[in-house]
T-cell receptor, first 114, second 112 residues
């Protein structure tokens, strides 16, 4: 069965510093996609970044990068130069390309300090 | 990309009543997904809705409690029936587009 694990319930980071949010996953499907979403207090789910299991390069989107280590089954999100507006809940998610279902981790709440 | 709207954005309902949530997408999509997010929790998939066929429900969710309609490729509804306080959650509609998954703004439901 597929599983996503986020072991950090909460994280603190100083403004302008980088932070890494951990995510490990488990699947027997060789083809899958990994996602990170941001959920501010308003409740909306904001797509941040996507990594395909066959992608050779780590995905990057502006200040967000995904540290994909396939052998370790980890897909950590790195946020560079943190901003106060980055304070939110962050969810790691995985979808197998066959089933089209996405499962979510428990989430990590990030607090950015001024 | 896909832009999704949901109605209502929030509601307070009495136990025993039902609420229908609407989801509208700005483009035609094959599959639409309904998620529930209970307070302080992660997202849980309720069901997958394909146009022209019955929705596929995940374990723990049944059609009698969460009937879904999918009349065309841009619209779906989720009804939360015979509500109890345990149904208080955010309900989110979602679609796939270009290998990305997009979410609506959510419907924040409180059952008293």
């Amino acid at each position: 069965a597929q599983k996503i694990t986020q072991t950090q319930p909460g994280m603190f980071v100083q403004e302008k510093e980088a932070v890494t949010l951990d995510c490990t996953y488990d699947t027997s499907d060789p083809s899958y996609g990994l996602f990170w979403y941001k959920q501010p207090s308003s409740g909306e789910m904001i797509f941040l970044i996507y990594q395909g299991s066959y992608d050779q390069q780590n995905a990057t989107e502006g200040r967000y990068s995904l540290n994909f280590q396939k052998a370790r089954k980890s897909a950590n999100l790195v946020i560079s130069a943190s901003q106060l507006g980055d304070s939110a809940m962050y969810f790691c998610a995985m979808r197998d390309t066959g089933g089209f279902k996405t499962i979510f981790g428990a989430g990590t709440r990030l607090f950015v300090k001024a | 990309s896909a832009v999704i709207s949901q109605k209502p954005s929030r509601d307070i309902c009495q136990r025993g009543t039902s609420l229908t949530i609407q989801c509208q997408v700005d483009s035609q999509v094959t599959m639409m997904f309904w998620y529930r997010q209970q307070p302080g929790q992660s997202l849980t998939l309720i069901a997958t809705a394909n146009q022209g066929s019955e929705a596929t429900y995940e374990s723990g969710f049944v059609i009698d409690k969460f009937p879904i309609s999918r009349p065309n490729l841009t619209f779906s509804t989720l009804t939360v029936s015979n509500m109890s306080p345990e149904d208080s959650s955010i309900y989110l509609c979602s679609v796939d587009a270009d290998y990305e998954q997009y979410f609506g703004p959510g419907t924040r439901l409180t059952v008293t």
